[in-house]
């Protein structure tokens, strides 16, 4: 599975982006998707997933600002970030879980900076 995100960028405290993610290889096998980021020194965080059924879950420090949601038919998870805090900005990550095939996939990375 090879995952590619996009929508990353300079954005002020307060704004909003929208972050996707295409999926292309045997996605079939992709279970979860989800949303990781990490800055320099920290270790990677959940930010976001969501289930191929599309229960969802969120870190406490984006709940009720961001929203992670799935095309299926199309392989792309995305997630909208609104109300950005300067807090907010790291490297986000797009992870696939194929763990029943004993997989986990992730992309590059997508740099998402907010100014205060």
């Known amino acids: 599975v090879h995952l590619v995100e996009s929508g990353g960028g300079l954005v002020q405290a307060g704004g909003s982006l929208r972050l996707s993610c295409a999926a292309s290889?045997?996605?079939?096998?992709?279970?979860?998707m989800g949303w990781y980021r990490q800055t320099p020194g920290k270790e990677r965080e959940l930010v976001a997933v969501?289930?191929?059924?599309?229960?969802?879950n969120y870190a406490d420090s984006v709940k009720g600002r961001f929203t992670v949601s799935r095309d299926n038919a199309k392989n792309t998870l995305y997630l909208q970030m609104n109300s950005l805090k300067p807090e907010d900005t790291a490297v986000y990550y797009c992870?696939?879980?194929?763990?029943?095939?004993?997989?986990?996939?992730w992309g590059k990375g997508t740099l998402v900076t907010v100014s205060s």
């Open positions: 992870n696939a879980d194929c763990s029943n095939w004993g997989l986990n996939y």
């Open positions: 290889g045997d996605t079939i096998c992709i279970s979860a």
């Open positions: 969501i289930t191929s059924g599309g229960s969802t």
